[in-house]
């Protein structure tokens, strides 16, 4: 399997992979997060060539992560904000984020504070019936019959 | 900058996605939490080839997320093992399922049952101060004056 057929794959894993998992792109995602917009900010902080910087955006607009809006007119210049689906990439963000704090850095290079609470806080996962936290111990994962077989055809 | 370079980054994001952004990392990742521990087994779900499979494994066990151990001598046959380290990779996998299920596919291909409250879950990011549920528009991150350059040494 090549990782192109990866959004044949009847899992949801795979198929968000097939959309973020390619070089460059949480990153880019990221900075999105952190409110760049713009084609040449992106480029100057990721430090990418401009076909690979291109490829991802038009990606990601394609997904409907990203909207694109034109700024200026002469030049055409277009900026790219997060659509709410964007938007709901916020958790893989955080948990990758999370992982890195714990593991690869002596301090973490960002903090989080809660606005409703404003307290510094570390978000973390829980159970959306009992709010107790979750691990991988704490959950027994089911698999619907299809999962991991190949799609039969695009279901997006 | 190369994507081979993004462990130089101080950014918790980039230093993760070092270890498990290249291509298929978190397939086999997935995997491993399902259950799957023996190469053949790997290589046989992900269809990718030996060349593939063999660095990300040697990658994933160098970085202290998986272990090796023989489970035979003749012929020399290899088991991988999350560990505690790989184990909190979990809210990742479960944010990349989170949002395949939510954008992606029309029906979840994994349930998830929560074995202290017996309720089948959808595990969410909540504050661990308030316990509130959170998304990005909830929180104000702050970086650290380092935050984005380059780690001036490894540290890890």
């Avoid at 044949?8 to 990221?30: D, H, N």
């Avoid at 593991?103 to 107790?132: A, I, M, N, W």
């Amino acid at each position: 399997m090549r990782h192109d057929e990866l959004d044949e794959v009847f899992c949801s894993v795979a198929q968000t992979w097939a959309v973020i998992g390619e070089r460059w792109t949480m990153l880019l995602i990221r900075d999105a997060f952190l409110g760049v917009r713009r084609y040449e900010e992106f480029r100057k902080r990721l430090g990418v060539s401009r076909n690979l910087l291109s490829d991802r955006l038009v990606l990601l607009v394609e997904e409907g992560v990203l909207t694109r809006r034109a700024y200026s007119e002469r030049p055409k210049r277009y900026e790219y904000r997060l659509t709410e689906k964007g938007m709901a990439l916020y958790p893989i963000l955080v948990a990758l984020g999370g992982w890195g704090d714990a593991y690869k850095v002596l301090e973490p290079p960002v903090t989080y504070t809660h606005r409703s609470c404003g307290e510094q806080c570390h978000p973390k996962l829980t159970c959306d019936r009992c709010g107790e936290p979750i691990q991988a111990r704490d959950v027994v994962a089911s698999l619907a019959a299809r999962a991991f077989e190949r799609v039969p055809e695009k279901v997006y």
